[in-house]
C-alpha cells in the first residue's frame, strides 16, 4: 500500500540520530493485545492495517504465555517481531527479539506510550507505525535488567502507582511525584528500609519513592518526562524520601551504570507498569545497545526531550531542594 514518504532532509536527520535504512523482512510477525489502550487496536483497524503490509498478526489471548507464543513463532522463522499492547507486554516480546538479535517493532495502542514517545515514535499515527515493518530504519539501544529479568522503562518502588494516574505526570513527574508523597503519606510513616549500592557509594534509605529507569529521565526543561536517550549506557535513579514535619520531602535524582537495592521480603514494585513482588538482593543494571529498534522513516525517531535539547549531563548527583513557597526546584538526571 501506499503511504506518505519522508524528505530527504528527515531522512538525514534520523541518519544523524543514528538510525539506518533497512529493507523488508521475509516474515514479519505482530502480536496484538485487543485490551490494551481500551481496545485501540480495534479502534485503529491494527489487525487490517498490518495484513495490508504482508505482516502476519497474532491476537494475545488473556492468560496466554506470551513469552512462550513468541518463542514459538521465531523457531517457525519470523525475523522481525512487532508488539501492539501496553508497556508491560512490550517489554516481553522485545526481550525474546533481543536474546535472538531480531529487530523489535512497537505500535503505540497503550495508555500511556511511553517507550513509543522515548523512542521517538509518533504515538498519533498509529497506521505510519506499522510502515516500521516495510519501510523503516534501524538502530540499537540499551535494556534494562533486574535479576535478569528485562525492561524497557523503569522500576518504581513507592506511591509511583498512584502518581501516574495523575494529569500532568510525565510533563512534571518529580512535582508530581513529590506532590503525591505528601498527599499519601503522613509524616512518621515506616517505609521500608532499603539498601542501595551503586558505582560511588553505598547508603541506607527510607524512601517514599524510588524510580530505576533504563537511562535518566529529563525533570525539567522542554520535553520534560522523556529520556534524552535510550543510549547512554546508565540507569537513572530517582529517590524522594518519606516527608517529615513541617517539611516537604527532599528527593535527587542520579544515574549509574548498575545498581544493588537490599530490599525486605515481599516489596511491592510496578515493573514497566505492571505489579511485581521482588525480594532480597536486587541487582538492577544496564546492557548497552542489546536491542535492534525499528520505526517508521517519517517519525521523529527522538524523544522530546532530545529533539528540543541540545545535551544532558549523566554524572553527578542532583539535589531537589523546595524553593521558598515548598515546591520542588527540579533537577537534570
Known amino acids: 500500500m501506499q503511504s506518505r514518504q519522508p524528505t530527504l532532509h528527515h531522512l538525514s536527520t534520523l541518519i544523524s540520530r543514528g538510525w539506518h535504512l533497512v529493507g523488508a523482512p521475509q516474515r514479519p510477525v505482530l502480536f496484538v493485545n485487543p485490551r490494551s489502550g ?18 502476519e498478526t497474532v491476537t494475545v489471548c488473556p492468560g496466554e504465555d506470551l513469552r512462550a507464543r513468541v518463542s514459538e513463532l521465531v523457531a517457525e522463522g519470523a525475523d522481525v517481531l512487532g508488539m501492539a499492547g501496553g508497556d508491560g507486554s512490550l517489554a516481553v516480546v522485545a526481550s525474546v527479539a533481543a536474546a535472538h538479535e531480531l529487530p523489535f517493532v512497537c505500535i503505540p495502542i497503550g495508555m500511556r506510550n511511553h517507550f513509543a514517545i522515548d523512542l521517538g515514535i509518533d504515538r498519533r499515527d498509529v497506521a505510519g507505525a506499522l510502515d516500521a515493518f516495510t519501510v523503516g530504519v534501524e538502530r540499537r539501544i540499551d535494556v534494562a535488567h533486574v535479576n535478569g529479568r528485562m525492561f524497557l522503562n523503569n522500576v518504581a518502588l513507592g506511591i509511583d502507582g498512584a502518581a501516574d494516574r495523575k494529569a500532568g505526570y510525565r510533563s512534571s513527574k518529580v512535582r508530581t511525584l513529590a506532590e503525591t508523597a505528601r498527599r499519601v503519606l503522613a509524616p512518621g510513616v515506616l517505609m521500608p528500609e ?11 534509605v527510607r524512601p517514599a519513592v524510588l524510580l530505576i529507569s533504563n537511562n535518566p529521565y529529563a525533570f525539567e526543561g522542554p520535553g520534560a ?23 516537604p520531602a527532599p528527593g535527587r535524582t542520579w544515574s549509574s551504570p548498575h545498581l544493588e537495592v537490599q530490599a525486605p521480603a515481599e516489596t511491592h514494585f510496578r515493573l514497566d507498569g505492571d505489579a511485581v513482588e521482588l525480594a532480597g538482593l536486587l541487582r538492577f543494571e544496564v546492557q548497552p545497545a542489546a536491542l535492534r529498534v525499528r520505526i517508521s522513516r517519517r517519525h521523529p525517531g527522538a524523544s522530546p526531550s532530545a529533539r528540543l535539547r541540545s545535551s544532558m549531563s549523566y554524572a553527578a548527583p542532583r ?11 527540579t533537577g537534570g538526571c
Do not use: Y
Open 38 to 55: 481500551d481496545g485501540a487496536a480495534g479502534r485503529h483497524g491494527v489487525i487490517d492495517l498490518a495484513r495490508e503490509r504482508g505482516v
Open 225 to 247: 518526562g522523556t529520556r534524552p536517550t535510550l543510549g547512554s549506557g546508565r540507569l537513572g535513579i530517582l529517590g524522594i524520601d518519606a516527608p517529615q514535619e513541617r517539611r
Open 194 to 204: 532499603l539498601r542501595l549500592v551503586d558505582d560511588l557509594e553505598g547508603k541506607d
Open 319 to 329: 539535589f531537589l531542594p523546595p524553593d521558598a513557597t515548598g515546591r520542588f526546584t
